[in-house]
């Protein structure tokens, strides 16, 4: 049934709560994990400076190097725990930018991904209103199916 | 001193609501969100194909809508028309700071390719101390800048929606919260350009159509008001042409000194050079910058001699302190006429509504443009250099979101209040954050990229010497007068020789002698900093993607290896 899954994941706890359950269903159906990293505009826009969003927009990118180094420590977390939990399955990774989730939705439909995994916090009342969901968001523009994991539960 | 007259006398500014100078301003901000919403959906997303370029026109122009807030559009030509000759110290202070820019730094920062002016500091000096005073600074000078913006923006509301100028700040600096909200996945550099344009159109029209239907100039307003300038002077105040009447020639110096260095300090300034394709673009976009600045510079002497002839005689019948009698020379006009006088003039000259509509909106698209860069600024400072890099590592993009956002709101919140009471002319307190950066950031700056040698503790001590220095003076003949409610400077000896608007002439000179000297007698920065530096001054042209630091890390191709 799920021949490919996507993990995406900004090296938070909340989605790497996600991870254990993506590479479980994946060994299960023994399906191909995809892991993607999106860099947040609308982060990059009051961390760094919007002349940044316009540096990752001109294909720049390649001299960005903390940018790099922090996509691929955040996805290297889901073959970290592979073979920590010796599981076999394949992992492709992938980092893109923009929207996170427009960008998951664009990589569901290009790929012909069959399930999402992601982590939620949760968030109410001011932390909510400041940062939104990315969950709930990916919920209302993807057609895939996705099953989200709260870190709540986790925690239980 | 004060006659029952001036009790009477408020404003020049015809205060009201007005139906096509609002919708103007609606559809500006409707143009560029929509022209944002275009870029961004437009954008390609994926980051490994070079995408297209800004050339250095387009740089440029994003530098000038960057730098030219309300301060130039409307606060220039209100220092010239009140102050005269110490006034023009404005225009000479602001716009020759780019030549400095342009041989000395421009193509150095962008060799040196980081993200925020603090990274600079940070890395350059080895030292997340330096990092953290530099974070703080940039916090600073983006907070004393934009307090100047709102109170531009609550002038224009006034004349433009007849709201007082309190809700008029209150409103616009709303807009403007929101608009950096919305900004940052839009088209930046594109809606930049765009501020630019509106804003620049939008001064030469009323100059030109003032100038042309007084019949005081025709193609070239900047030459043919000689003739009106002479008028101005012979007729109604002497002292308008007249050297250091009204400060003195130290004060004169002192001012474009500050703004000068202060310009080569300023942190939203000097992002705008990291980011471009390479070195020849970066001087290139100075260049240019120059230029699109100086368009609008050369025109606020104009506007200053037509806005004082028109407040003297106002062809349209308003009623002006000058007429009213409160005043007996435009030179004295209160602060709000001042500050409002570019369109104050085209108003005072009889022209239709949305004409000065439309003049009163590019005052806003200058304020807009600049304060957006201005919190920005102040967000990634708290953001990056403070929350992410000093006290967790391991933020995540949305701990950092969280925090970015939170910085907009508060300096936006605490603007506001500020700005409703403002302790300055517009002018005066964007001058006053240059001097800050000029004290604090020019020295650490210009010695961080061209002397090897200079350590952490130098850098650091300067830093918190030009703190003093420039903090402590506009303290001492603004904050504290201000908010004390005692006339004049708490020194009036120290205000005269370390002005708060001009506190780099001293200060400037005494932070690098702290830097020099401190730098000698500690232990000299380690071998990959030093490489750093050199890097960033290699003949050798470097290749589009290299930042200094990569090419350093490779090994690099300096002498000693």
Known sequence: MYEKILVPT????????????????????????????????????????????????????????????????????????????????????????????????????????????MGSAGRTGVRRALLGSVAERTLRTTKTPVLVVDIRTEDE | MIEPVTLQYETAVDIGFKAIPALTIVAMMVLFLGVGYFFRVA?????????????????????????????????????????????????????????????????????????????????????????????????????????????????????????????????????????????????????????????ILAFLLGLYV???????????????????????????????????????????MALVVSLILGTCGLPHVLVRFYTVDNERTARWSTVWGLFFICLLYWGTATYAVFGGLLYEEPVSGDETAVTAGAEDTFMNMPGADGDALVALTVQLADMPEWLVGIVAAGAVAAALATTAGLFVSASS????????????TEATQREQMAVGR????????????????????????????????????????????????????????GMLVGILVSFGAIANDTAIPMYTGVEGAFSTTLAAYVPGLGSALVGVPVVFAVIIVVSLVTESPP???????????????????????????????????
């Open chain 1, 10 to 117: 900004d090296g938070s706890e909340v989605a790497e709560a996600a991870i254990d359950h993506a590479l479980d269903i994946a060994s299960t159906y023994g399906a191909e994990l995809h892991t993607m990293y999106v860099i947040d505009t609308a982060a990059i826009d009051v961390s760094l400076g919007t002349e940044q969003v316009e540096r990752l927009r001109e294909g720049h990118f390649g001299e960005m190097p903390e940018l790099q180094e922090e996509a691929t420590k955040a996805m290297g977390v889901v073959t970290q725990q592979a073979n920590e939990h010796d599981l076999d399955v394949s992992i492709v990774e992938q980092v893109t930018a923009g929207q996170p989730h427009r960008q998951i939705d664009r990589y569901t439909k290009d790929n012909d991904i069959d399930l999402v995994v």
């Open chain 2, 43 to 199: 954008a390609v997303d994926d980051l490994w194909v070079a995408g297209r370029s800004i050339g250095a026109i387009e740089n440029g122009m994003a530098i000038g809508a960057n730098w030219m807030s309300a301060a130039s559009y409307l606060g220039v030509a209100a220092l010239i028309a009140t102050a005269g000759y110490y006034g023009l110290g404005f225009v000479v202070g602001w716009t020759t700071g780019y030549f400095i820019l342009l041989i000395f730094m421009a193509a150095q920062f962008r060799r040196f390719g980081k993200y925020t002016a603090p990274d600079f500091v940070g890395d350059r000096f080895y030292s997340n101390y330096a990092r953290g005073i530099a974070a703080f600074v940039t916090l600073v000078i983006a907070f004393v800048y934009a307090i100047g913006q709102g109170s531009g923006m609550g002038l224009m509301a006034q004349y433009i929606l007849g709201l007082s100028y309190e809700a008029g700040v209150i409103l616009f600096m709303g807009v403007t919260i929101v608009y950096v909200a919305l900004s940052g996945m839009l088209g930046a550099t594109k809606n930049m350009a765009l501020q630019y344009v509106i804003l």
């Open chain 2, 210 to 252: 003032v100038g042309w239907s007084q019949g005081w100039s025709t193609v070239m307003p900047y030459l043919e008001a000689g003739a009106q300038t002479e008028l101005l002077i012979e007729e109604f105040h002497a002292q308008f042409a007249e050297p250091f009447a009204a400060e003195s020639f130290y004060m004169w």
């Open chain 2, 381 to 392: 400072a708290a953001a990056h250099d403070i929350y992410t890099n000093l006290y967790k």
């Open chain 2, 406 to 461: 939170t910085t907009i709101l508060v300096i936006g919140i605490l603007v506001t209040l500020i700005a409703l009471n403002p302790p300055a002319l517009i002018g005066e307190l964007v001058a006053m954050s240059f001097a800050i950066a000029a004290c604090v950031f020019f020295p650490v700056f210009f010695l961080g990229l061209w002397w090897e040698n200079a350590t952490q503790e130098g850098a650091i001590a």
């Open chain 2, 527 to 561: 071998e990959h900093v030093k490489r750093l530096v050199r890097q960033c001054h290699s003949p050798k042209p470097m290749d589009k993607m290299d930042a200094a630091e990569d090419v350093a890390a490779d090994g690099g191709t300096t002498t000693d290896d």
